[in-house]
């Protein structure tokens, strides 16, 4: 199988920003998901109170656990485009790569 | 009669109309993309929102369709657990490590480990791990296409597999890896509109006590018998003695769990329809005994016996397969077809011997007797159901039920909204018949019977029915396993990743993942009410629940049945597809040209290719096989295990830990598969599977997730440490 990606892509200021929200947001969906495991192997019949309309904690926090889990994408996605525009697209941004990609040629004559 | 047969027959038409349509355009597309420049230009091109829809098509294999809304039919909120499994591992592929993977330049599991080190121990054990995977999770999906095929072509489940993996090995033998993303688009975009439709047909339909499937099949009352408590041989009340006689009993496991199965002689008329047809009820269903019309017509009129006296034994003269032997006289008696018909008074009976639960009764003094279903494999190879022969007409019949309704046994509640739907069923007061089923042998024979147990509704909509959360620590660690496992599973597969990076910018990435992730999402709340739609319609088949969510659309609609089946089936291809594919090529690229350094030229590399991609596929086909009937998400849960305990620690510490070495990458791999898969063999579900008892595996669970990965973990990082100077002298 090809494993390359669509396009070529070139210098990403934004990479470690994009790590470490990554990594933060991952914490945070973590949290919440083990959250719903130490309920359920504490006490499960806590996961039968009913909370809106009659429905369960179950069903409420495990429908919870996917919407909230389309939330943080979202999130992320919007935070990540952001930086990749202001550090990636921004004149200051694109005179900073032209001179390492000059840098790097210059180098690769050597 | 005519009329079914006319609506099977254009279920089968629109089928193979829609398989043929997906396979042309999976051709004409591959043909097309041949290049790597052509496949992944047509990736740029795609919107974003179409190649997310793609993604949900990719994602949403049998396990997803076919496996968890078995599991939700037949242990209720258990199965939903792993739609919030499979869909939180999305969320660690995308946060932690797609962005990491793409900085590091590589994208999958072993180009990144081996751009790293270039280590030959990495390239093998790397290469094995995908091997290892993918069969894992080719198991599932070829024991889907074997659950698809017998409903609706009536193929038994191994001519099912086989023709799965036959048309796929002759797929990936001829037009390589054609999946497109247009095809999965189309398969990923059909099953949320049509699982949507399904799920609306659900709640219109509402919840009833007498579930009739629209007025389509008869409901049917299973009953209850009553015997006196501590009499041996067991006593029956005087209105059950008159049709019923106890033979024995059957006792199976220990203490709480034991389980006692009452052997009876169930005496049921044999009878004339108003067409003159000879008929015998078995519960819900009627069998139709033309065929042997005419004998019991002769047995009926007169009495035909021809009887001998041997040492003053009276014996009758009955033909049994086309021979004359003798029979023990029991009056006037016939036997056809193995079966023994008696005349009693101008009427005919046969005695069917059946096999009922034993549970409490309602005072101390009593013992209830719950109906069951049965099959029984005798010594000859003969298979009977319900205490006839298994035929056309004589299958395991659909159950799955609500006994009481807010308190009520009798009660219908009409069309209801989503959220009415599962807090009627959440209810306290509203009760649910479930099945499971036990083994043991009578005899020769070997019985499996399949009894019901009834659940009320908060047990139904909270976990623990599968999953032991109401025993002790170690019972639940299951769970717990499972959850870890389906957490981080989902990066650690091989085929998952690849996609993230097919269109054309990295935020074109992220969107596409977005929309995949709320198709995904929405597909997974949608199982719940497809599973429980199936749970409370009696279209469960009690032997295999992957079939729970096409049936229930058989249950409003043939042509919505046979849409449903097709769109599963095209999945099942697709998949099976990818992972023959990855899997040939961890042996002919990783293994032979790589690690071999066979220095094969293109055409030695297709050819290698090939050839490992027909020995994958027959190993497939063979454990497709041997699997037959286990739910197909559990199934897919092992390989998350696998995937999650060989690979993911391998991963996350190249991406995060700088003293990683290339040996400790190799161990961690190397012990992540042999205790991730020696766990699944010595597992009590394994157990079963190799005819033992649950309780003489010697490990107390059966997911290996929680055990597994820390042990990949904890290896890394031991034998990094300890092989720390010798890179760095290297390194000098």
Not at chain 2, 213 to 221: A, K, L, S
């Amino acid at each position: 199988m090809l494993h390359e990606p669509a396009a070529p892509t070139g210098v990403d200021h934004a990479s470690a920003y994009k790590t470490r929200l990554g990594v933060v947001l991952f914490i945070v969906y973590a949290l919440v998901y083990a959250g719903f495991v130490a309920i359920s192997l504490y006490d499960v019949t806590i996961l039968e109170s009913i909370l809106f309309c009659g429905l369960n904690l179950a069903v409420v926090y495990g429908f919870g656990l996917i919407v909230f889990a389309l939330l943080m994408a979202l999130v992320y996605s919007g935070f990540c485009t952001r930086k990749e525009r202001e550090l990636n697209e921004s004149p200051k941004a694109k005179k900073s790569i032209a001179k390492k990609a000059g840098r790097a040629k210059k180098g690769g004559a050597k | 009669m005519m009329v079914l047969a006319q609506v099977q027959s254009l279920s089968v038409v629109i089928f193979f109309i829609f398989v043929a349509f997906v396979l042309g355009l999976s051709f004409y597309l591959g043909r097309r993309a041949k290049s790597a420049k052509g496949y992944f230009a047509a990736g740029g091109e795609i919107p974003y929102a179409v190649n997310g829809i793609a993604f949900a098509g990719d994602y949403l294999s049998a396990a997803s369709f076919l496996g968890i809304c078995g599991m939700i039919a037949t242990v209720g909120y258990d199965g939903y657990l792993y739609s919030i499994g499979y869909l939180a591992g999305w969320i660690v592929a995308l946060f932690v490590v797609a962005e990491p993977m793409k900085r590091l330049g590589k994208y999958t599991f072993a180009d990144a480990l081996d751009a790293k080190f270039n280590s030959k121990g990495i390239q093998l054990a790397a290469a094995i791990s995908t091997l290892i995977v993918s069969i894992c999770y080719l198991i599932p999906q070829m024991v889907g296409a074997g659950a698809l095929v017998k409903p609706l072509l009536g193929l038994d489940h191994a001519w099912g597999v086989i023709m799965v993996g036959s048309i796929v090995i002759f797929i990936v033998a001829t037009a390589g890896m054609a999946s497109t993303t247009w095809v999965q688009f189309l398969k990923g975009g059909l099953l949320i509109i049509f699982s949507t439709v399904i799920a609306i047909m659900v709640c219109h339909r509402g919840l009833d006590t007498k579930p009739d499937q629209g007025g389509t099949v008869p409901y049917y009352e299973y009953k209850t018998l009553t015997a006196q408590n501590g009499t041996s041989p067991l006593k029956l009340s005087e209105a059950d003695a008159k049709d019923y006689q106890v033979l024995g009993q059957k006792t199976i496991g220990e203490g709480d769990k034991a389980l006692t199965f009452v052997k009876l002689s169930q005496r049921v008329e044999v009878k004339k329809d108003e067409n003159g047809v000879w008929i015998v009820p078995l519960k819900e269903r009627v069998i139709h005994l033309e065929t042997i019309g005419e004998a019991l017509d002769r047995l009926v009129k007169s009495d035909t016996r021809e009887t001998r006296v041997i040492d003053g034994e009276k014996y009758t003269v009955i033909e049994l397969n086309g021979r004359k032997v003798l029979s023990l006289d029991e009056g006037n008696m016939d036997v056809i077809d193995g079966v023994k018909y008696y005349e009693e008074g101008g009427k005919i009976y046969i005695h069917i011997t059946s096999w009922w639960k034993r549970s409490a009764g309602a005072t101390e003094n009593d013992v209830n007797l719950d109906e069951t279903q049965w099959v029984t494999a005798r010594p000859d190879g003969g298979t009977w159901i319900n205490g006839e022969p298994q035929s056309e007409e004589n299958q395991l019949l659909q159950v799955g039920s609500i006994t009481e309704l807010n308190g009520k046994t009798d009660a219908k509640s009409g069309p209801v909204g989503p959220f009415e739907f599962l807090a009627e069923l959440s209810r306290k007061d509203t009760r649910i018949r479930t099945w499971k089923s036990a083994n043991f042998e009578d005899g020769q024979d070997k019985v499996t019977v399949y009894y019901p147990v009834i659940k009320s509704g908060n047990q139904i909509m909270t976990p623990g029915q599968k999953f032991p959360l109401r025993e002790g620590w170690i019972k639940k660690m299951d769970f717990a396993s499972l959850m870890l496992a389906l957490f981080f599973g989902t990066a650690a597969l091989p085929h998952i990743l690849i996609r993230y990076y097919t269109v054309r910018t990295p935020a074109c990435a992220r969107k596409s993942t977005i929309v995949a992730i709320a198709a995904i999402g929405f597909f997974y709340i949608l199982t719940m009410y497809l599973g429980l739609g199936a749970m409370v319609n009696r279209v469960v088949n009690p032997a295999s629940d992957n079939m729970s969510a096409p049936l229930l659309a058989k249950s409003f609609n043939s042509v919505l049945f046979a849409i449903i089946s097709a769109i599963a089936f095209a999945t099942v291809l697709g998949t099976v597809s990818g992972l023959i594919v990855a899997a040939s090529g961890a042996v002919a690229h990783d293994i032979m040209d790589r690690f071999g350094n066979l220095k094969m030229n293109e055409k030695q590399k297709v050819t290698a290719g090939k050839l490992a991609a027909f020995t994958v596929g027959l190993v497939a086909i063979i454990l497709g096989i041997v699997f037959k009937g286990m739910n197909v998400s559990y199934l897919v849960g092992w390989a998350f295990a696998v995937a999650a305990s060989a690979n993911l620690p391998a991963i996350l510490m190249l991406l995060f830990w700088k003293k990683t070495t290339a040996g400790g990458i190799v161990a961690s791999i190397i012990v992540g598969i042999i205790v991730a898969v020696g766990w699944i063999l010595l597992s009590p579900q394994m157990f079963e599977r190799y005819g033992k008892l649950a309780s003489d595996a010697p490990l107390p669970f059966s997911s290996p997730g929680i055990v597994a990965i820390p042990a990949s973990f904890i290896t890394l990082v031991i034998v990094s440490l300890l092989t720390q100077k010798k890179t760095a002298a290297a390194k000098a």
